[in-house]
């Protein structure tokens, strides 16, 4: 079973600080990864995707990717009270049929808190 | 309209009813999916739609049936549906479905299944 594993928290920072949220993934032909945060009833939302090893920074985010490990992070800068959410880690896995066929696999989601 | 819209946002069903939820993305994008987001569960890829045709069926019971009239829309048809069936449904699309590019979701229709 190709997996995607999250610690589901809940993580709990202070204002201003620095965030970070962590996944594995476990096929090691994934690709492509992504990070998308939820608030509580409202559906997925896509903050960041990742290709290459490194860091890919977006304002106060930065994703972080080492395909060597199979690990994939996510750092908040600056936390705010708003980035209070689940944040969700989803990777592209090859499919059973192999090829170029990818289905995004999700995992169970971090609940990160920021208190004011 | 932009992005990917669902309807109806809120739905509930009696075991015995049939009804169907609506997606429709306004992005010009070539791929679809259903899936489904249970409490304490990652989410679940239901069903997959490229180019209007079906190229991934997750095992999901035949109670749920999807329809693809055209690129922009794609149907979830419930019927005798079950209480743990309630759930959020989310509507996602992508540019493709063969190479991996970023999903857009709707925002949902929360089933409850009474």
């Known amino acids: 079973q190709k997996e995607v594993e999250q610690n589901s928290g809940p993580l709990s920072v202070p204002e201003g600080a620095i965030a970070s949220l962590n996944c594995t993934y476990s096929d090691r032909g994934s690709q492509s990864f992504f990070w998308y945060r939820q608030y509580s009833g409202k559906s997925p939302e896509l903050i960041m995707f990742?290709?290459?090893?490194g860091d890919k920074e977006d304002g106060r985010f930065t994703a972080q990717l080492n395909k060597a490990s199979q690990y994939v992070s996510l750092l908040i800068r600056d936390s705010q009270p708003s980035d209070s959410a689940t944040y969700l880690c989803?990777?592209?896995?090859?499919?059973?049929?192999?090829?170029?066929?990818?289905?995004?696999?999700f995992g169970k989601g971090t609940l990160l808190t920021v208190n004011p | 309209e932009t992005g990917v819209t669902q309807t109806p946002r809120h739905l509930v069903m009696g075991m015995t009813n049939k009804k169907s939820l609506k997606c429709e993305q306004h992005?010009?994008?070539?791929?679809m999916y259903w899936y489904k987001q249970s409490a304490k569960k990652p989410l679940e890829l239901m069903f997959v739609y490229s180019l209007e045709e079906r190229v991934e069926n997750n095992s999901v019971p035949s109670r749920f049936s999807p329809e693809c009239p055209n690129s922009s829309h794609l149907f979830l048809h419930l019927h005798t549906l079950q209480p743990e069936d309630s759930a959020l449904y989310l509507c996602?699309?992508?540019?493709?479905?063969?190479?991996?590019?970023?999903?857009?979701f709707g925002p949902g229709t929360r089933l409850t299944v009474t």
């Open positions: 992005l010009g994008h070539n791929a």
């Open positions: 989803a990777v592209n896995i090859v499919g059973d049929s192999g090829g170029s066929n990818y289905k995004l696999t």
């Open positions: 990742i290709y290459s090893n």
């Open positions: 996602a699309s992508s540019q493709d479905y063969l190479v991996s590019y970023e999903q857009y």
